[in-house]
Every structure is written in structure tokens, then in C-alpha cells.
């Protein structure tokens, strides 16, 4: 069996970045399992999804870096690190969790890992947040019919 590398996020309109991020984290091992957050999961942590998160899930399975992707737990996230026993754990460059937390926790629930950080594409302007503010700036500047 090879280096199965894990991460996560709540993929909600997927960009480059996304692309990016899976890619690079693909590139720390053999099998990519990506854990797509759920729609309670992202309301907490975020905001509300545009997008449901079983959709989400089939999207993200669908990109090529990717071997599996499965929808994360909605009472405890590293239910699904004891599951899936990923050897990497990849983050996000804006993703709040501390490396060496996730890795002592991880640890202490029977399953070692290493973290790493994944940073960030370049053009950052392509992010979720930034490409609906200038959806909305584009359709609030053209007229209405």
C-alpha cells in the first residue's frame, strides 16, 4: 500500500486554487483522499454553502489529483483522520488549524501523521469569497433589461 495523503476543505465553488491545493498536497503521496466539509460543517466555519455538500463531494471526486473524496464527520473532525489513517495530512494556506495540534491529537488518537502546509497560488484573487464580491460588483454595474 502506498502513502495515502489526506485533506480538506468545503470545495464550494471550485477554482484554481482548489485545483492547486489538491495537486500539491497529491504530490506528497500515492492516494489522495480529500474530506469535503459538510453543509452544517462549512455554516459553522464559514459561511453557508451555495453549493450541497453531496454535490460538492462529486465535484471534488471528479478533479484528476484526486482518488476519493468522502464527506466529513458532523460531530467530530478527526472522526474521519481514524478512519481513513492517512500517513499526511495537507492544509490549506488559510486554514485555521495548528499544524502541531492536528498532529498530537492525530497521534493520541492511534493514528501518526505528519502535517504539512500547502501554500498558497499565486493568484489568490481567484479565491471563493473574492470571486463572488466581483460577480456582484460586475452585476451591479450592468443594466437591467
Known sequence: MGVRVMATGVFDLLH??????????KKHGDELVVVVARDQTARRLKHEAYVPEHMRREMV??????????LGSTTDI?????NERPAIIALGYDQ???????????ARRGVPVKVVRIGPLRHNELATRRLVERIL?????EPRP
Open 16 to 25: 484554481p486554487g482548489h485545483l492547486y491545493f489538491l495537486t500539491e498536497a
Open 61 to 70: 471526486e471528479a478533479l484528476k489529483p484526486v482518488d476519493r473524496a468522502v
Open 78 to 82: 478527526y472522526e474521519t483522520v481514524v
Open 96 to 106: 485555521v488549524w495548528d499544524e502541531h495540534e492536528v498532529q498530537a491529537e492525530c
Open 137 to 141: 460588483e460586475r452585476a451591479a454595474k
